[in-house]
């Protein structure tokens, strides 16, 4: 099935009791039993609910997976994955990754004995050179947020089964419209659903998808005993936005391509981050593993002062300033001081994360507009 039937059909069936084309908010806590232990397969709302379950099965076919999970958060799913490991295990994960997935990693679970070690993922020699026995995931976010590096899934994939760890891709920034891990050789995909999949800026949410069904077992009993489940209204928003991801993400994709060579043409500007430019370091590898580059990118400008940057930062009137991406609204956002405020100055700037970072989601909304606004503001 082509992606866009596939977007708008993924996971609703009419519902069987009214034949009601979208899938109902079922706002129940529990629900009846004929006798203890006979049900129809429901028995309480942090288990299952045929919302959610509506949901999941989008999440499994637009990811190309077999089993979906929603959770109440993109770090509630990435914790759940954490959650699969032992006192002792070792995570190899991305040095250019979100600002929480981080934070969840150091402030959480390093006190819970498992450790993490962060490579520069880009170069795939460099998990190759320390995986080890120890190494039960491997994590990696591409392209990254906020500096669009990319990670070559498929040669990471081949390192992990020869290591025997798990695969883990963070796929929130390209959305699945773009890249699909789990047929490049990933084990787990998981998204921020709050970004491109609601689409909206009107929910959190969070998912797994993975084709292992003892895997699945495993994160699901993580899921209903930790608890991070998503409301039914919110899974009914995500249902709703999945329809329009093919529609969205073109969009996103051609204002992305006409705002980055806008930027690089612009006198004030230094250097623009977006893995769509043929001299960007990830092209060939972007090219391959995705079916375009977005609406994400990010710049620094010539005056390179943080006070230069908080000028533009404050200056524009279509672009909202905001942390969050990938809804139909264009955000500006300041990765140093906004997302990516809970990395260690001096770790951030190591990684290439400057002061003057300035980050834009570009939206769904008119390109002239978007353009006109972002010229005005860096004057
Ligand atoms: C937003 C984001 C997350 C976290 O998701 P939440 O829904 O905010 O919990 C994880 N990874 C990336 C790349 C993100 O942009």
Same mark, same amino acid.
């Given at each position: 099935?082509?992606?866009? +039937? ?27 039993? /004929?006798?203890?232990?006979? &049900? ?45 490991? /032992? ?54 976010? +591409?392209?990254? &947020? ?13 390192? +992990? ?5 798990? #695969?883990? %891709? ?7 419209? #773009?890249?699909?891990?789990?047929? #490049?050789?990933?084990?787990?995909? !998981? ?9 909206? *800026?009107?929910?959190?949410?969070? =998912? #797994? %998808? ?14 209903? *005993? ?17 329809? +329009? ?7 996103? =994709? ?14 004030? %500007? ?14 060939? %590898?972007?090219?391959?593993? !995705? ?89």
């Amino acid at each position: 099935m082509k992606l866009a +039937t596939k977007y708008i059909h993924a996971g609703t069936e009419p519902d069987p009791s009214t034949g009601a084309i979208m899938t109902p908010i079922y706002q129940t806590s529990t629900y009846v039993q /004929e006798a203890p232990g006979v &049900n129809k397969g429901y028995e309480y709302a942090r288990s299952q609910n045929p919302t959610r379950k509506a949901l999941e099965e989008a999440y499994a076919q637009i990811e190309n997976g077999k089993f979906g999970l929603a959770f109440s958060s993109g770090v509630a799913a990435t914790d759940a994955v954490i959650k699969l490991l /032992e006192p002792g295990d070792e995570v190899i994960a991305a040095n250019d990754m979100y600002g929480g997935t981080y934070r969840l990693f150091t402030k959480i679970f390093e006190k819970f004995g498992i450790s993490f070690r962060y490579v520069d993922t880009t170069n795939t020699d460099n998990i190759a050179t320390v995986i080890s026995a120890k190494t039960k995931l491997v994590w990696i976010e +591409t392209p990254t &947020n906020p500096l669009m590096n990319i990670t070559d899934i498929k040669a990471v994939a081949a390192i +992990t089964k020869q290591a025997g760890a798990l #695969l883990c %891709v963070d796929n929130t920034f390209a959305s699945p419209y #773009l890249q699909n891990p789990l047929d #490049l050789g990933a084990d787990i995909v !998981m998204h921020s659903a709050t970004k491109y999949l609601g689409g909206h *800026s009107d929910v959190i949410q969070g =998912c #797994l %998808v993975m084709n292992d069904a003892t895997l699945r077992e495993k994160l699901y009993f993580i899921q209903k *005993s930790c608890g991070a489940v998503p409301g039914p209204m919110d899974c009914f928003l995500v249902l709703r936005g999945i329809k +329009t991801l093919h529609i969205r993400m073109q969009r996103h =994709c051609e204002n992305g391509e006409k705002m980055a060579n806008f930027l690089r043409n612009h006198p004030k %500007v230094e250097k623009v981050y977006w893995c769509g430019f043929t001299d960007h370091p990830g092209y060939a %590898v972007a090219s391959q593993q !995705m079916r375009g580059f977005g609406g994400m990118m990010s710049f620094t400008l010539k005056d390179d002062s943080v006070e230069n940057a908080r000028r533009v930062l404050s200056s524009t009137h279509v672009f909202a300033l905001a942390e969050s991406l990938g809804g139909v609204e264009s955000l500006i956002n300041h990765p140093a001081s906004m997302t990516h405020a809970s990395i260690p100055r001096e770790e951030r700037i190591k990684n290439g994360l400057s002061d003057s970072l300035i980050r834009l989601s570009v939206g769904i909304e008119d390109i002239d507009d978007l353009i006109a606004d972002i010229n005005a503001a860096i004057g």
